[in-house]
């Protein structure tokens, strides 16, 4: 997830890492991104697609207005009025009020919404294996997955995978819910393990000289 984003941010700057495996690494901007795990995490739980549909509107409104801010303080002020009007229509509960405009200002998550990973990741020339599960709802792996081949199309050893009934931890799942990670018993997929080994062999490996071997 995170490390997905900071692994091409080191490779990029450092021509002495070979390779990047990148798991549920978001490869789109982190406002879209919030907006979609947000939807989804909703979905996944059963929320009404009425409510999702609204929350979205109100998610992609709160961000764009602190990503608009010429400070942190208004970033703050922006947000906590966002927040409270999503409390008088009923989007938000007061629960996730108290909290969520500072959550969603602090320099780090200002910072996050506005990064797009993906001109990053365009830029490395090493081999990269990028992999999502399709009922991963925090990184959604359709958009995600569609980012991240489109910034490696011009990488030969760029590969982007979908892993079919797999959730955000690579998890073999039943709905993708985070409340499920914990139940699952694998801690990741042997079908995911052996895709990461098969494809270090073959791109990584194989390509190193006997004297590196």
């Not at 941010?9 to 070979?18: E, G, I, L, P």
């Not at 979609?36 to 992609?60: C, H, N, V, W």
């Not at 927040?83 to 909290?99: H, L, N, P, Y």
């Not at 990461?196 to 990584?204: A, C, K, Q, R």
Request: charged share 25%; aromatic share 6%; proline share 6%.
């Amino acid at each position: 997830s995170e490390g997905g984003i900071i692994a091409p941010a080191v490779a990029a700057a450092d021509k002495s890492v070979a390779f990047v495996v990148m798991i549920a690494g978001p490869c789109i901007r982190g406002d879209k991104l919030f907006v979609l795990q947000s939807a989804m995490t909703a979905k996944a739980y059963g929320a009404p697609e009425d409510y999702i549909a609204r929350r979205k509107i109100f998610d992609q409104e709160l961000y764009s207005a602190i990503l608009s801010a010429p400070s942190e303080s208004a970033a703050v002020d922006r947000a906590k009025a966002h927040v409270a009007q999503g409390v008088a229509d009923k989007i938000i509960d007061a629960q996730e009020a108290e909290t969520l405009a500072k959550d969603d200002t602090t320099p780090w998550e200002r910072y996050f919404l506005a990064y797009d990973p993906a001109p990053t990741l365009a830029r490395l020339t090493v081999p990269v294996l990028a992999l999502n599960g399709s009922m991963d709802v925090q990184v959604p792996a359709k958009e995600n997955l569609a980012a991240a081949r489109e910034a490696l199309k011009k990488n030969p050893k760029g590969t982007a995978m979908e892993l079919a009934g797999m959730n955000h931890l690579l998890q073999d799942a039943k709905t993708g819910a985070p409340s499920e990670y914990n139940d699952i018993e694998e801690t990741m997929s042997p079908v995911a393990l052996k895709i990461i080994t098969d494809w270090l062999s073959t791109n990584v490996l194989a390509r190193q000289s006997p004297r590196n071997n």
